[in-house]
């Protein structure tokens, strides 16, 4: 097993950095300055890419999303989750809108739809813009259910705190437990620092704080759906007082003998230039693509969409958003709640997929779900409990789409030595064939990281791939052209 230092990029990258520091410091804007001291350049871009985590908290239900529709494996499912008023299991006449007709089908005649609220992303699968990922989760080292049963945490190590959610979802976004400080997200934006002119537009979240957009150096600037966040005290009159304003401003950003005080007003300051950048740019970027109303994450991506229109204004050509959906922890109500929930999801992705197609940039942007862990297959009455892995969505024009990724799991609860009962731990929670480090990788070389580079991001990646890793378990999953 591997246990690489994720910093480690980082400081290779800050040598090479460091003799252009030297020459430039004095003259760049503090903005700029301050974000580049520990710079990072793996790779200079001379194209535009970007990466769009959409992350469901709570923990999506897989089998009511990615819905196995052959006969054989759909009897089973509904067997399984049961029957009368307290089923949780879709009816098969509702899914044939959603049907996923790919390229290539499964081994063993075996067949998926989508949820039936989920028209529009079944449209982006079935016109190869979008692709399934199988049955993936947090891994550690490749594992059996035999080797699971063992307790074994030497030979077979688990992730950190299986089934919580807030460290599952910590695990999903940084590979490890709640309280980490590094996500892989923001350990690939401080290799593509260099490649921006103003860095600190690397990686930019408009759903608040998480770990997935935090680097060693890269900055996780947060925005709002509306966009910046603005300093109202310095921005517009307090009190009536254009006066008062240019006091407040000058107090929160001029010089302080004190350390910290004057490193709190160098914050400040680069906060105010941002807002500033940042709102200039949005007022010269907009989409003409319809997103729907009273959708908040097609709200985020809306304005994602506006951001990467405004890549020339901002001086990007590799960055990574976060945007998020939460209210997936259905214990109660999956039936009455998850096609809200699934409508929002798909007419949101839908809507960011043509609105960059508008932009010229469908190849060069890809968005890709997440969530804290995929839930049992089987019912707890009215919903279903905690779970391992999970199927998720990759969307773009450099996807390759009308396919599936990585083995369809068997339909079964059972605990016994049946091949079927290999691939979940207990209830239909999917023991994971594909591990998220493996994701993570595809989606990181598609970015612009080298194979290399991948260990200082991905912590567990060199138990996953040839020479070192199970050969079997490839770092890319062959999804990206």
């Not at 991905?458 to 062959?478: E, K, T, V």
Request: glycine share 12%; net charge neutral.
């Amino acid at each position: 097993m591997t246990s690489n230092i994720p910093d480690s990029n980082s400081r290779r990258a800050f040598l090479r950095r460091s003799g252009q520091l030297a020459m430039t410091g004095a003259a760049l804007p503090w903005a700029i300055n301050l974000a580049a001291i520990g710079e990072a350049a793996a790779f200079t871009a001379s194209d535009y890419k970007a990466l769009v985590c959409v992350f469901f908290y709570g923990g999506n239900d897989y089998a009511n999303t990615v819905v196995t529709y052959d006969d054989p494996s759909y009897a089973k499912y509904a067997a399984i989750r049961g029957g009368g008023q307290t089923s949780i299991a879709l009816a098969k006449g509702d899914l044939a809108a959603t049907l996923l007709n790919p390229t290539t089908p499964l081994a063993d005649g075996r067949q998926y739809a989508l949820h039936p609220a989920m028209t529009g992303m079944a449209g982006l699968f079935n016109a190869g813009h979008a692709a399934v990922q199988l049955n993936v989760g947090p891994l550690v080292v490749p594992m059996t259910r035999v080797q699971y049963a063992t307790g074994d945490q030497v030979k077979y190590p688990l992730p950190p705190k299986l089934f919580s959610h807030n460290d599952q979802q910590s695990v999903w976004q940084s590979s490890k437990a709640e309280g980490s400080t590094v996500g892989w997200g923001g350990s690939i934006g401080d290799l593509a620092l260099s490649s921006n002119s103003t860095s600190l537009f690397t990686c930019i979240s408009v759903t608040g704080n998480a770990v997935f957009l935090s680097g060693q150096n890269a900055l996780a600037y947060q925005v709002s759906p509306s966009g910046a966040v603005r300093i109202n005290a310095v921005t517009s009159n307090v009190y009536g007082s254009s006066a008062v304003k240019s006091a407040m401003a000058t107090l929160v950003q001029q010089s302080r003998g004190h350390v910290l005080e004057n490193e709190y007003n160098k914050v400040t300051a680069r906060a105010i230039g941002a807002e500033s950048q940042i709102s200039g740019a949005l007022a010269g970027s907009d989409v003409s693509t319809a997103f729907p109303a009273q959708n908040s994450l097609a709200d985020q991506l809306k304005l994602v969409a506006r951001l990467i229109g405004a890549r020339g204004s901002l001086g990007a050509k590799r960055q990574v958003f976060l945007v998020s959906l939460g209210g997936f922890d259905l214990h109660d109500n999956l039936i009455a709640q998850q096609p809200g929930l699934m409508t929002r999801v798909s007419e949101a992705m839908t809507s960011f997929y043509n609105a960059t197609v508008e932009l010229g940039v469908a190849d060069k942007v890809t968005a890709f779900t997440a969530s804290d862990f995929g839930r049992t297959l089987s019912s707890n009455g009215d919903g279903s409990d905690h779970g391992w892995g999970s199927h998720h969505f990759v969307v773009g024009g450099a996807v390759k789409g009308r396919a599936f990724y990585g083995k369809a799991p068997p339909v079964s609860i059972g605990n016994t030595a049946a091949a079927e009962d290999q691939w979940h731990v207990g209830q239909g929670r999917l023991l994971p064939s594909t591990a998220t480090a493996q994701y993570a990788a595809t989606l990181a070389r598609w970015f612009g990281v080298a194979d290399s580079e991948l260990v200082g991001i991905l912590p567990n990646i060199g138990n996953f791939g040839a020479p070192a890793g199970r050969a079997d378990y490839p770092r890319d999953l062959g999804f990206m052209a």
